[in-house]
């Protein structure tokens, strides 16, 4: 399979992941062909690349961190707490969801155990999700990631539990928020802006009340926008007056945030936005955090389909793990625009003189 720009797509390519609804079930499934109404339907519903099948690279399986089994009881789970939050507990003047912590306890769970089977993998986010889903998609994001820098920095099962229980619920109080402002196109008023900012002490007050949920957890609802040099809201808290925790969450919420495409901007690719982290060190985040957030990601996940400074197309098909800028990539168009008569790859590493300039 090769990720393409769905400018890109053609009339007659078939999906090789699959598109996924708010809710985490499947929108279009593996293996649909793809025709002019459908790849319209796609564009107005926020969608920019879709992974498709290619003759050349069908054997290029990008390395899932937890499958889509987990990831879809993750959504649903996540979806359905805060569909109960925003329709039931507000209404009635109340915030307390009985047993939301133990259920998304048993969700995490399973999302560590994958994680830790999966060891040294390099973290490539696959999932390709309406506009609609971001909320729920972005919250496990947001958990996989907390979750393999927690583990790198040797957290026990109890802390690991309490990060991940925050990270899958830091926004939580998005559920006070109009709608029309989530996703809102233009920039936000001044007045609109307090209303979105306020997400996060509403997150707190929502968490705290529930008995069977960590005041660190809450405390990563509160404190994910506090950023390291005081710039941050709401509190304007600066390096260790922000819990660790929360510095964890804050920083899965930028990156997963840059690499997804939202109604104001286009997405940043992962090369972009670890350029975007580490310019912000010890100015938003944590340096020595940044450094060991980046060593666990992709920066050309594998299927992403790049242009070389040769004029060449090629499909990234492996990660070099000792020069992540330089992976092995297969060569699926030359120069000239013509197909080679059979893919052939070229290691970066080796070849000095050829760059990755584009990705597509």
Known sequence: MKKVNIHQIKPGDKLAKPVLQDNGNVLLGV???????????LRKLGIDMLFVEDAFTDDLEPPEVISEKTRQKAVNAIYQTMANLKDQNFMKGRAVAPEMGRQLRQ???EILNEVMVRGDVMVNLTNIHTTDAYLFQHSVNVAVLSGIIGIAKGYNRMQLEELGIGALLFDVGMTRVPSQLINKQEALTDAERIIVEKHTTDGFDILRKQHDISLLSAHCALQHHERFDGSGYPRGLKRDEIHLYAQIVGLADTYDAL??????????????????LFASGNT?????LIKLFCKHISVYPVAT?????????????????????????RVVEEADGTRP???YEIDLKNEVTILIVEEL
């Open 107 to 109: 969700v995490f769970g």
């Open 31 to 41: 293996g649909v062909e793809l025709n002019e109404r459908f790849i319209e339907r």
């Open 305 to 329: 389909t790049v242009r070389l400074n040769t004029g060449q197309i090629a499909v990234v098909s492996a990660n070099n793990s000792l020069a992540v800028h330089r992976p092995i990539v």
């Open 284 to 288: 938003y985040f944590d340096f020595e």
């Open 259 to 276: 690499t997804s495409p939202r109604p104001h901007r286009k997405r940043y690719t992962p090369s972009e936005a670890i350029e975007f």
């Open 341 to 343: 008569a059979s893919p």
